[in-house]
Structures are given as C-alpha cells and as structure tokens.
C-alpha cells in the first residue's frame, strides 16, 4: 500500500505559476511510475503529467510546454511545476500511480486560477 499526499496548491492569477508536490509513504517509490491527474467542476478526472521510474516525462497537449513533471527519488516525492496558468487549470490536482490504482487516490490539492 502507497499513501499520497498533495500539497502546494492554492489561489493565483492568470499567468503565474506553483509548484505542487506529492508526498509517498514506503520504500518501493523509485520502482513506481507516477502520474499528475486533475477533476475540473464537472468534468472527469485527466491524466495532465506522467513520468516514469526512468525519468521519461509526457504531458497532456493542454499543459506541454507550461507544466513540468519531475521527481526527487530520495525524498519520495514527485513534484508539477506550473507556469503560465489559465483560469481552465483551476481544478483539484491529484497525483497517483501509473496504471493507477484508484485506492491509491489522496485528498488532492485545489488550484484557482482567477483574477
């Protein structure tokens, strides 16, 4: 069993950028693929980063080029850098595994984007 915990969320204007991080409990991190997946209001949850044990990264075409995924095997972290946010990124973010494993799902960590 995995636990995550999101955090690094909150309220910022068009265009400015956070850094989000996810926090994982156990040993076996470094083995595990992570992905970054948001829920807008209304929507279904998306897939917006993934990067692999390898360290191969691929991004949803709505954030290529604005979002970096990146991970820190050392401290069992995988973290979303956020640049030139648009108020249609303002949703809930969470991270999870990859293929995930919805009991694997933490509280997520809420991100407005508004002026």
């Known amino acids: 069993q995995v636990q995550l915990v999101e955090s690094g969320g909150g309220l910022v204007q068009p265009g400015g950028s956070l850094r989000l991080s996810c926090a994982a409990s156990g040993t076996i991190f470094r083995f595990l693929n992570m992905g970054w997946y948001r829920q807008a209001p209304g929507k279904e949850r998306e897939l917006v980063a993934a990067i692999t044990s390898g360290l191969t990264t691929n991004y949803a075409d709505s954030v290529a080029g604005r979002f970096t995924i990146s991970r820190d095997n050392a401290k069992n972290t995988v973290y979303l850098q956020m640049n030139s946010l648009k108020p249609e990124d303002t949703a809930h973010y969470y991270c999870?595994?990859?293929?995930?494993?919805?009991?694997?799902w933490g509280p997520g960590t809420l991100v407005t984007v508004s002026e």
């Open positions: 999870n595994v990859r293929p995930l494993i919805k009991e694997y």
